[in-house]
């Protein structure tokens, strides 16, 4: 923000600075003598207005006031500190300014030496006898230059940013027409100085992450650029880690964008003391690093800094009374062999680095071809899942719950198929995450509903009464719409509402006490909810006394291990027991044997599940099996 600011204000600055010097130079003691004279000044306005680099437009101003005063010769010095460094001086021998340029200023050191020392104007006659010359005649007088003016250069604050110098090869003091000329001259230096300083110092702005200190995006991209055509020059590989905080979206969330400001400060310093003293890191954007290691001698050399960053960034911190154990993921890609151009080698890197999520975080992996094919696979899915409504190329399957008492099936679960005519088929275990975080959840959602509660209606016709469970993501739970979506689908379909459950995961149950008011509002819809995969979360039964849920699914986990481990045996068993207590009904799922079906039966599970009775089917199939009624 207050770089715009500085940018905005030189703007305007320019415009009103540069009237007042169009009046100070036409004001100069002489009228102008010729239309050379209009045009020189107004080429160094020019100069101004266009940005032309401020050295050029120290020569041009040189190069006027001397045309204005044959004979002279004139110099700009700037004041680095309190170095003097050479600014412009075209006519002047190179010999002097190279003499002049890095000498530290002071009382003795030439008129320019002691006008930007004591801030006032320093007038010598004459350079052979005057005692601030000792030292530097001996560059000046073998070159005609005999006697020196000086003009501190000042910013519009007063502050000292160099001197002008003008020279004759007599010894003289200017007349009044030359003292003005004196004036105005550093007066306009002044003023192009400042510009540059202020340039530069917006540059500086632009280049440095505010927060961190480190390097900022806009820097990177051209570090990298130069480092590219270096590298091709000296054939020196590089290599790329593309660093990204894990879960950070959480802690900005939880304990606001402050606390999140003073990790990532903590953090930047961490990489700084995890990477050699020399590395090159930049902050991206939000929670994201780059970090460029050059000279790489061989693999181990990188992954030996790859995990030195997720081992410094892995110490458990306190943010605002809070301890937090951070970490991130890391994406690598090397130079040339990942990618030849800035844009190929962030793209690579990114892949990785989203790699090393999907891998479950807090790691680093190298770049590889095989992750571009992954990567375009997930894209075409993606793309593919977006029109896969539209095409109809989804349907549902159903699975019969088969009631342990009367041995008939009471309830289907609904499962999306989803038969793409090029990818072909592809699991929902595949493609409803992928729909959670393409946004396209909901339409399927509302797409799965409809199909279900409509053939819960076609069945009824049949004379089947049917349960039906639909699966409901726990993206619903953070969407006020989904409650009126429901509502409407229940509307539209005529479904009544006991007989649609909608089974959620125990994570979905735990994560927010919202979640609990939109349990409230599809209990007050009259439908049903079942807890899936229960026990593989970390909700206890207690927590779930305040819900008011109708059914538990043990997951099929504890079906698998059921017959294997007798302590097994006893969780399902007390898992049921509690389930009564609480008045659930309790549901196994995954069932696959019969002695599994016989275990169940005498844990007096209610109803089970599974490939034992029947895998998911479509709905002709149910309604054309007796069997399953009998
Ligand atoms: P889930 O809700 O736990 O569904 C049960 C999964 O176990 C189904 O896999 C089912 O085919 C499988 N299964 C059932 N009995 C047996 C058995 O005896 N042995 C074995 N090995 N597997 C059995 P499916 O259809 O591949 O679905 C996988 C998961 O995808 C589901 O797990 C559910 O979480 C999700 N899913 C499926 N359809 C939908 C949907 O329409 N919406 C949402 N949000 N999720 C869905
Ligand atoms: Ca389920
Ligand atoms: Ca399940």
Redesign the pocket.
Known sequence: MHKMNDIKKSKTQLIDELQVLRLEISKTSHPLKDTSEIENSTKILEMIAIGKPALEVYDAIALMYEQRNPGMRCSMLELHGNILMHGGAPSMPKVYCEAVHGLKNGPEVGSCGASTYTGVRVLVEDIATDPKWAELKQFALPHGLRSCWSEPIKNSKGLVLGAFGMYHNYPALPNESESNDLKSAARLAGFVMERDHDQKHIRKLAYTDELTGLSSRAHFYLYLTDLIEVTQEHDNDFCLLYLDLDNFKDINDSLGHHAGDILLKALAKRLGEATPKTTYIARMSGDEFAIIIENVKDKSHLTNIAQSCLDHIAHPINILDRKITPSCSIGIACYPSDGKDLTALLKVSDISLYEAKERGKNQYVFYKKELTQKVEYRFQIEHALKEAIENKELSLVY?PQIDVRTGKIIAV????RWHHPQLGHI???EF?PIAERIGM?KP??DW?LNTACRQVIEWQKEGLLLRMA????PKHFIDKDFVPMVQRILNETGMIPGQLEL?VTESTVQTDPKNLKIFQALKDLGILLAI??FGTGYSSLASLNHLNVDSLKID?YFIDDLLLNNKTKLLVGSMIKMGHNLDYYVVA????TLEQYNTLKKLRCDAI????FS??VTADIISKTPSYFK
């Open positions: 699975q679960e609904a499962l999306s699991t929902p275990s409803i959840i399927l959602t799965v639909v699966n409901i993501s089974e899936d995969d099929k799922e995954g069932v696959e599940q599974g490939y034992l895998k998911p």
